[in-house]
């Protein structure tokens, strides 16, 4: 200090620390903020605010960076969350219409494979609904049914076993 006011650091001293750089996401379902650290793949951030989300609230689609007056950027699921400096926000983004009230490990109807008619050429009318197996009496006599024969099977396979060694002795004295 005494030579013009320069303070002289020890080189001994660590360098004052720094906290971790973090990136902050605003959910726009649900109004909340979620932190993330530096690096995260878009759509692990994505999956996890979309799980925290309750019943009712719509699921978010991607990831944006905006900026008022400026076009927003939009993360893929395997981009990496970056801070794009002063006056950009992180955000969720809701489109209108899709996955309210469902949890973000369950397919989407969209996902769901169509089927087509023996022709190829047009889709079966099918619903997601109906390719439940319903619990009629006939599925339920099947099930039945599938035990029964199960113990008729262990029952001979207990009896053979049972009776193996005089089947064996028996076949031994003949030879």
Same mark, same amino acid.
Request: aromatic fraction near 6%.
């Given at each position: 200090? $005494?030579?013009?006011? #320069?303070?002289?650091?020890?080189?001994? /001293?660590?360098?004052?620390?720094?906290?971790?750089?973090?990136?902050?996401?605003?959910?726009?379902? +649900?109004?909340?903020?979620?932190?993330?650290?530096?690096?995260?793949?878009?759509?692990? $951030?994505?999956?996890?605010?979309?799980?925290?989300?309750?019943?009712?609230?719509?699921?978010?689609?991607?990831?944006?960076?905006?900026?008022?007056?400026?076009?927003?950027?939009?993360?893929?699921? !395997?981009?990496?969350? $970056?801070?794009?400096?002063?006056?950009? !926000?992180?955000?969720?983004?809701?489109?209108?219409?899709?996955?309210?009230? %469902? %949890?973000?490990?369950?397919?989407?109807? /969209?996902?769901?494979?169509?089927?087509? %008619?023996?022709?190829?050429?047009?889709?079966?009318?099918? +619903?997601?609904?109906?390719?439940?197996? %319903?619990? !009629?009496?006939?599925?339920?006599?099947?099930?039945?049914? $599938? @035990?029964?024969?199960? @113990?008729?099977?262990?029952?001979?396979? !207990?009896?053979?076993?049972?009776?193996?060694?005089?089947? #064996?002795? +028996?076949?031994?004295?003949?030879?």
């Amino acid at each position: 200090m $005494a030579d013009g006011g #320069i303070e002289e650091k020890s080189p001994l /001293e660590p360098p004052p620390l720094r906290p971790p750089p973090f990136l902050e996401v605003v959910c726009r379902s +649900s109004g909340s903020i979620r932190r993330f650290a530096a690096g995260t793949d878009a759509g692990f $951030a994505l999956s996890l605010i979309n799980r925290k989300l309750g019943l009712g609230i719509p699921l978010a689609s991607h990831i944006e960076a905006v900026k008022e007056g400026e076009e927003p950027v939009s993360f893929g699921p !395997t981009s990496v969350l $970056a801070d794009y400096g002063e006056g950009w !926000t992180l955000q969720t983004v809701v489109e209108e219409g899709h996955g309210k009230g %469902k %949890k973000a490990d369950q397919p989407s109807p /969209e996902h769901v494979p169509i089927a087509m %008619k023996s022709d190829g050429l047009h889709p079966a009318r099918r +619903s997601p609904r109906e390719s439940k197996p %319903k619990n !009629t009496s006939l599925y339920i006599g099947r099930i039945v049914l $599938a @035990f029964v024969i199960m @113990f008729v099977f262990g029952a001979m396979f !207990t009896l053979l076993l049972e009776n193996l060694p005089r089947i #064996i002795l +028996s076949l031994t004295q003949f030879m």
